[in-house]
């Protein structure tokens, strides 16, 4: 399927036929990612994986459409933040950093990745891993978002700012303030 990742065209030919394979393609290469940032997003694994399958979903019955000129991922993120605004707004109405800030936020955010690495290797990278948890937890939801879509997704500035609907500044903005709030945050840990 290296040829679907390549082409934009061939997605949108699929979603438009709802195309099975395709569809169990996308959910395989991105289940993941999406899943970890519903969950940073709502702050709980159940909310997230309910969001999870309401915007897979939504690919289905708006796959029509999706156009070949955008990147699959950022529509996929989009529509995901859209449904958890959504959903967060109608739980408890307020600010939008209100509405992004996870329930309980002193949780851990991360999802486990025990696949690639040994029982060692998990035990020496947890402390280090819980720190850089908490400290996100701290950060304002706006600032946090974007650390998240940057750092743990990959996606270039230009993405995250259409996924979260701002200027591609202000993106530069939050990300350069989320960063020194982290470093900050995880020397004051670590002192």
């Not at 990147?71 to 996929?76: A, C, R, S």
């Not at 937890?137 to 750092?151: G, N, W």
Request: hydrophobic share 40%; proline share 3%.
């Amino acid at each position: 399927m290296n040829a679907v990742e390549q082409d934009a065209g061939t997605v949108a030919r699929g979603l438009r036929r709802r195309d099975p394979t395709l569809i169990d393609y996308l959910i395989q290469q991105y289940q993941y990612r999406l899943l970890r940032y519903l969950l940073m997003l709502t702050g709980s694994r159940a909310e997230a994986e309910d969001l999870f399958q309401e915007t897979w979903m939504r690919v289905l019955e708006k796959g029509h459409q999706y156009k070949k000129r955008w990147k699959f991922e950022t529509w996929l993120f989009t529509i995901g933040r859209h449904l958890a605004i959504d959903f967060l707004r109608r739980r408890q109405p307020q600010s939008l950093d209100a509405l992004l800030q996870p329930v309980g936020s002193s949780r851990s955010l991360e999802l486990e990745d025990t696949a690639s690495s040994s029982a060692f290797e998990q035990a020496s990278q947890g402390e280090e891993a819980a720190s850089v948890a908490t400290a996100l937890a701290h950060l304002p939801p706006s600032c946090r978002e974007v650390l998240t879509l940057r750092f743990h997704e990959d996606m270039a500035l230009e993405e995250i700012a259409r996924i979260v609907d701002s200027p591609l500044s202000t993106v530069k903005s939050r990300l350069y303030r989320g960063l020194e709030e982290l470093r900050n945050l995880l020397e004051g840990i670590g002192a």
